[in-house]
């Protein structure tokens, strides 16, 4: 088991799924809980590489800074109607938790 994987919810996904990987032992922030809420995706990506956290968003222009070379630590995107699907995204965060190491994320747009 990897474990490895530190998360970071931007404000689009909510806390209460921030709250729900804490619970599970998956070290995890949110925007609310480190004062980004409103901050700009480069902030949020920055905060991300220094603190080696996966970047976890419904927010489409994440895709535009990839595609651009952002470096980030990697970023998973669900579809925005996914965010009110508390169930389903933490257990796919959790099974990325499980098997996948920082070094198998960083850089990696992946598609929730």
């Not at 919810?9 to 599970?24: F, W, Y």
Request: overall charge negative; charged content about 25%; some cysteine.
């Amino acid at each position: 088991m990897a474990r490895n994987l530190k998360f970071h919810l931007d404000e689009n996904m909510g806390h209460v799924i921030a709250q729900s990987l804490l619970r599970r032992g998956i070290d995890t922030t949110s925007s609310k809980s480190v004062d980004l809420l409103q901050a700009d995706d480069h902030s949020q990506i920055q905060y991300c590489l220094e603190q080696n956290r996966v970047l976890v968003t419904c927010d489409h222009d994440f895709v535009f800074l990839h595609q651009q070379g952002t470096q980030h630590q990697g970023i998973v995107i669900f579809k925005d109607e996914d965010r009110q699907k508390i169930g389903p995204v933490v257990r796919f965060i959790e099974l990325m938790w499980e098997v996948m190491d920082p070094d198998e994320v960083f850089q990696q747009l992946i598609y929730a």
